[in-house]
């Protein structure tokens, strides 16, 4: 249990970079494909944080990416999105 409170996390998995009264800046650049991008934003909505997000994604597309998952979750909750992808 004494391990459980004294872990911090790892790094670039919902890594909190900068803390500001306007925003949150989380590094989880770990998260390589569109579903485990859906679930660190949404573990940030549970955790309680209530400001929009402003999602910075990019990569590499993989094949069969259903995009409208990614739609939906940020028409939602989104404030801002950057995306950049490699060829």
């Known amino acids: 249990v004494k391990v459980a409170y004294e872990f911090c996390g790892l790094e670039h998995r919902l890594e909190p970079v900068v803390s500001k009264s306007a925003a ?3 590094n989880d650049s770990k998260a390589t494909t ?3 991008t859906l679930a660190a934003c949404n573990a940030v909505l549970t955790a309680g944080y209530n400001k929009k997000i402003i999602l910075l994604v990019g990569g590499q597309e993989k094949k069969g990416t259903d995009w409208n998952l990614l739609k939906h979750f940020l028409n939602k ?11």
Do not use: M, Q
């Not at 909750?77 to 060829?87: L, Y």
């Open 24 to 26: 949150l800046v989380i």
């Open 34 to 36: 569109l579903p485990a």
């Open 77 to 87: 909750n989104s404030a801002a999105v950057a995306v950049t992808f490699f060829c």
